[in-house]
């Protein structure tokens, strides 16, 4: 820390031939400066002594003055920084902090006394006039342009041979980039040029050296504090090394920090910052200076991955708003016209926030883009996602846009807005418009014409519900309406022709038919194969739906929240009907309530307990447990049907090694290690998406059902339903069919929790056995406890929402697939 106060020259700042020629003459006396926006301002400074104020004239022009680099370690300017993102903060860099930054970008680009620049940024902050330094410094000549930026005028001077040089932001290159025929052939004749920190993605980096085939291209990374900290040789380097931001050179170093952000030393680094009247210390100890930026180094380029300040943390999920700007904006084949921004939602915690100043783009398309975008990112964005088009965004001087301010101004907007009324499902029992069915559906949360099913988070269990409800009221429902907005469906509510047939999913109908089979195996109503096999198949579903319904997101997010989200779903009403039925019996066992029965000889329990429920739920876990490791997630992602084939193969020869050391005959079998490789069939038939895939598919689950079960009748079973996935994804029956066989499928999880005890009332009633009349009541009471159980549940939701006016969410993502969960 500097006790003593630091004298400096006012410097008004214009983007202007006197600035700069005001900046070498305070540089050359070793006055120090600071720049200010008028002279005003250069009064209300605290911290510095301003001995007087220059203000500079107007103009652009050539600047040939050759001026030498000082190394003098002494106070040579003060920067304040932007202030895009909070208070600025007084920087004092030395002459030496300034000269090695010079160097090493003389170096990279390997500048001579030939170069010709047109500077296109500002020459007031550091990237500019950073570059009029270096550009004196070998000799060569630099060009201010009168009017700013213009890529009319800079192709002109290219085509003229007047300039060969240029230093730009991305900003302004995109602008370049949507009008490549203003440059045209004159590219060619650029042999130099220098990219500001800003981000920019790989494929707009090729785009501007296929632009400029000739040039040496030079992206850096760094801050006012730290200016050229690293460089990305965009000329020469891989295609693949695009989307990082170069790597250290000199006597730069660049690490990370345990929190994930940037760290960076060296002899360019600003080493005091104003702070009252005081010069304090801006690095530690150590040297290291600590930036807002996260990143990560990976074979020592580094990787840029938004500032900490900006990123979006949505439900878990972090956002990096550079990256998905990016992506939106290639949707739209708007680049630049885009801004991300952060802000506040009850629900996730932070919600997206989407602006673009590109008039011509309508609100509901940029919304589709945006919501398509977040996909891509793990995010199912719903009602936290805002979209604005509006004639201005607020931008710094070189183009940044100012996020915060777009989020003050949200907030802004929302507090004067009257508050959102939350509707609960019991008022409008009857709704007669979609958006009112989803409000029904989905009670307590805001519905927007921009939602959809999937948005809203709903699930294979809710899709049936779901179904089931529209179709009743609305008629059929168009392919993939899952994913179609409220919107869209109240277009086509109605429209479709009056068809008493329906597309039946063929997981629905095998997931109803199995379940049938076991409750009718347990009630002796009928015995369907004296080889069993329905389990087995259930657990193939199991797999199957994970892959369908979840793999999605967690190949997206690398999380695996979803699968215990669906672990819960299950869990809970498992532990009410045990509990329950304990009571009942007035007698308490311990392991069936933690869920770990089918580990231990079932001949110890009397009353009630359900190891299909708890194979399901460790199979789950074991699957989350898989996908836990990257590397495995790769793999799956990259080769899905190698993987399952793989996993396939590793289950069989686990579960055969482990009967071998340990035989589970005495409990059945029931563990997760024997049934495991019905998880991964199920998984390998989800990921077969054509013929040949399909038909590579069938040959190995026939290979697997065989060793295990031999030519029998359960196989029989087994490979009849796997036929039915892989071949007949979806069959036409009559209306009134489909809609039995989804209360049944919907149904079937409460169906298999509750058909003994309907067993024993059956034999109550009549004095003796009546299994079909048992498999009836079974069926009829499945279905009555899933409605009655939906209908609670919903209405628990409902009132909490109302009680605390905001919207209410598990804490886990509720989805069940195909199988146990949907019994």
Not at 66 to 75: E, F, Q, T, W
Not at 364 to 384: I, Q
Not at 584 to 610: R, T
Request: with cysteine; proline share 4%.
């Amino acid at each position: 820390m500097r006790n003593q106060k630091l004298t400096a020259t006012a410097l008004v700042t214009r983007s202007s031939l006197s600035y700069v020629r005001n900046v070498f003459a305070l540089n050359e006396a070793r006055q120090a400066f600071v720049n200010v926006p008028d002279e005003a301002h250069a009064a209300t400074l605290t911290g510095l002594d301003v001995v007087s104020c220059i203000v500079p004239e107007e103009g652009g022009g050539w600047f040939d003055e050759s001026r030498p680099l000082i190394h003098d370690d002494r106070p040579a300017q003060v920067t304040y920084t932007s202030g895009t993102e909070g208070k600025p903060k007084g920087i004092v860099l030395t002459y030496a902090n300034l000269a090695d930054a010079a160097e090493r970008i003389i170096d990279q680009m390997g500048l001579t006394s030939d170069v010709r620049e047109y500077v296109g940024v500002p020459v007031t902050y550091s990237f500019g006039i950073g570059r009029i330094r270096a550009v004196s410094a070998v000799g060569g000549r630099s060009y201010l342009p009168p009017r700013g930026f213009d890529p009319l005028e800079l192709a002109r001077m290219l085509k003229a041979g007047e300039v060969n040089a240029l230093s730009a932001v991305p900003t302004l290159l995109r602008i370049v980039l949507q009008q490549k025929a203003v440059i045209g052939d004159a590219g060619k004749k650029l042999l130099w040029l220098e990219i500001g920190s800003q981000y920019m993605s790989g494929a707009e980096k090729r785009g501007i050296r296929d632009l400029f085939p000739n040039a040496r291209i030079v992206q850096h990374y760094g801050l006012t504090e730290a200016s050229r900290s690293t460089f990305l040789q965009i000329s020469e380097v891989p295609d693949e090394l695009l989307d990082s931001v170069g790597r250290a050179v000199g006597a730069t170093e660049v690490a990370i920090s345990e929190e994930g952000r940037i760290r960076i030393r060296g002899p360019h680094v600003a080493r005091w910052r104003l702070d009252g009247d005081e010069m304090r210390d801006l690095c530690g100890a150590d040297g290291w200076l600590e930036t807002s930026d996260l990143g990560h180094v990976k074979d020592g380029y580094l990787y840029y991955d938004g500032r900490a300040d900006d990123l979006i943390n949505s439900g878990g999920v972090k956002l990096n708003p550079d990256l998905l700007e990016a992506r939106i904006a290639q949707l739209l084949g708007q680049s630049g016209k885009v801004v991300v921004a952060k802000v506040p939602d009850a629900l996730r915690g932070e919600g997206v926030l989407v602006a673009s100043d590109a008039t011509d783009i309508a609100v509901d398309r940029l919304h589709a883009a945006s919501a398509e975008a977040l996909k891509a990112f793990g995010v199912v964005a719903g009602d936290s996602l805002h979209v604005r088009v509006m004639p201005k965004i607020p931008r710094t001087a070189t183009g940044k846009a100012m996020r915060r301010v777009l989020t003050q101004e949200f907030v802004e907007e929302r507090k004067s807005a009257p508050p959102e009324p939350v509707v609960e499902r019991a008022v409008e029992a009857a709704p007669r418009d979609v958006q009112g069915f989803f409000r029904q559906f989905f009670p307590g949360r805001r519905i927007g014409p921009n939602d959809s099913f999937e948005s809203m988070g709903g699930d294979s269990l809710s899709y049936i519900q779901f179904s089931l409800g529209f179709e009743g009221r609305f008629g059929a429902l168009p392919d993939g309406w899952e994913s179609l907005t409220v919107e869209q469906l109240e277009k086509s509510a109605g429209t479709t022709a009056v068809d008493s047939w329906r597309k039946l999913d063929a997981a629905m109908l095998t997931r109803a038919f199995f379940m049938i089979c076991i409750v009718a195996l347990h009630l002796d109503t009928f015995v369907y194969s004296r080889n069993w096999g329905a389990a087995y198949f259930l657990f193939m579903l199991c797999g199957y739906s994970v892959m369908r319904f979840q793999w999605p997101e967690i190949s997206r997010t690398g999380k695996v929240g979803t699968i215990f989200g669906t672990v819960v779903s299950v869990a809970i009403p498992t532990l009410m009907v045990t509990i329950a039925m304990q009571l009942w019996a007035g007698k308490m066992e311990v392991k069936p309530l933690l869920l770990i029965s089918n580990w231990f000889d079932p001949h110890q329990y009397h009353i009630a307990y359900y190891y299909f429920a708890e194979l399901y739920m460790q199979l789950l876990l074991v699957l989350a447990a898989l996908f836990s490791f990257p590397a495995i997630r790769e793999f799956l992602k990259a080769r899905p049907m190698t993987f399952c084939t793989v996993l396939v193969a590793v289950a069989t020869v686990v579960s055969w090694t482990v009967e071998r050391v340990w035989d589970t005959n005495y409990i059945f079998h029931r563990t997760p290690i024997w049934y495991m490789w019905t998880v991964a069939v199920g998984m390998l038939m989800a990921s077969a998406r054509d013929l040949q895939s399909r038909m590579v598919a069938m040959a190995v689950v026939c290979v697997a059902v065989l060793v295990h079960h031999g030519v029998t009748s359960a196989s029989a079973y087994i490979l009849g339903g796997a036929a039915l996935l892989l071949f007949g994804t979806s069959i036409k029956v009559p209306s009134f069919v489909k809609s039995m066989v989804s209360e049944v499928a919907g149904s079937s999880m409460f169906m298999y929790l509750s058909h003994y005890q309907v067993r024993s009332l059956i034999i109550r009633m009549f004095h003796g056995p009546k299994p079909w009349v048992a498999l009836s009541v079974a069926i009829g009471f499945g279905i009555v406890f899933a409605h009655a159980y939906t209908w609670a549940e919903r209405k628990v939701r409902a009132f909490l929402s109302a009680r605390d006016g905001k919207a209410i969410q598990p804490t886990f993502a509720r989805e069940e697939p195909s199988g146990l969960a949907n019994a």
